[in-house]
C-alpha cells in the first residue's frame, strides 16, 4: 500500500532526521514550502499524514495552532505536531484545533516513526470502513451487502440466484429511482434489450417472493405500471 506524508514548516529537522527511518519503511516523505503548497497536496487527495511545527516564522505557538486549525478544516487526514515546544498549554491547544497526536522535538526518532505507524495505520482501517460501509445497502429493514453478497430482511437472510442478487441490488442502488425494463436488462447483460419484458417480470416475481412479506402487496421492490420498477 502506498503511504505518503508531508511535513510542513519543518522548524525541527524532521524531513533530515527522519528521512531514511520513513524510506525503510517505504513512506514516501514530501516537504511543503508553504501553506498554499501543502493545502494544495491534501487536495490532491494523495497524502496520508501530515507532520506539522506549531511555531511558525519566529511568531510563537499561537500563529501556529491557527494554521493548524485551517488545516484540519480542509482535510481530515491524521496531523502529528513535531514542535520544540513542550508547554502544557501548547499541547492542549493543538489536540483540540485538531492535531492527532503531538511529539516534543527531540524525542527519540523510533518514537515518532511508531507513532507515525500508528496513524498511518489507524487512518487506513477508517479509510477501509468508510469504503465498506458505502457498499452496504439499506432501505429500512433490507439489507443488500455488496462485500459479501448477500441479502438479509429484517435480519433473516435470503438466497438469490447471482442474477437475482444483481437486479435487486440496481434497483436498491438507485433507490427512488424508476428504471425501466430495457435500463435493467442492458445494466445485468449489457446487451440491447429485445424481447426482455417477460425476463425480467420473472427475475422480479422470483425476488419478490424471497424478500416481500407479501409478494402480491410489495412494500420494496414496487412496479410502476407502464415505466419500470423501483425499490423505495
Known amino acids: 500500500m502506498e503511504r505518503n506524508l508531508v511535513v510542513y514548516n519543518d522548524n525541527t529537522g524532521i524531513s533530515e ?4 527511518l520513513f524510506a525503510g519503511e517505504s ?12 493545502l494544495s497536496l491534501l487536495e490532491e487527495g494523495r497524502m496520508h499524514l501530515v507532520l506539522i511545527d506549531v511555531e511558525l516564522d519566529g511568531k510563537g505557538w499561537c500563529n501556529g495552532i491557527e494554521v493548524l486549525a485551517h488545516i484540519r478544516k480542509k482535510s481530515s ?12 498549554t501548547a499541547k492542549i491547544m493543538a489536540l483540540n484545533a485538531g492535531a492527532d497526536d503531538y511529539v516534543v522535538a527531540g524525542c527519540n526518532p523510533l518514537e515518532l516513526l511508531a507513532r507515525v505507524k500508528c496513524q498511518l495505520r489507524r487512518y487506513n482501517q477508517l ?39 444483481k437486479i435487486l441490488k440496481l434497483l436498491v442502488q438507485e433507490r427512488g429511482r ?10 445485468i447483460w449489457h446487451m440491447q434489450a ?3 419484458d417477460n425476463t425480467i ?32
Open 17 to 20: 532526521k527522519m528521512g531514511a
Open 27 to 38: 513512506i514516501h516523505m514530501q516537504v511543503a514550502g508553504s501553506l498554499e503548497e501543502l
Open 77 to 88: 487526514i491524521p496531523i502529528i505536531v513535531v514542535s520544540a515546544q513542550s508547554a502544557e
Open 127 to 165: 479509510v477501509n470502513m468508510c469504503s465498506n460501509i458505502d457498499r452496504i445497502y439499506r432501505v429500512d429493514g433490507l439489507v443488500v451487502n455488496d462485500l459479501y453478497r448477500s441479502v438479509t430482511v429484517d435480519g433473516r437472510e435470503v438466497k438469490l440466484t447471482p442474477i437475482e442478487y
Open 178 to 187: 424508476v428504471l425501466s425494463i430495457s435500463q435493467i436488462y442492458e445494466s
Open 194 to 196: 429485445i424481447g426482455a
Open 201 to 232: 417480470a420473472v427475475h422480479i416475481r422470483h425476488i419478490r417472493e424471497k424478500i416481500e412479506q407479501n409478494p402480491k402487496e410489495p412494500y420494496y421492490l414496487k412496479v410502476v405500471w407502464g415505466t419500470g420498477y423501483k425499490v423505495g
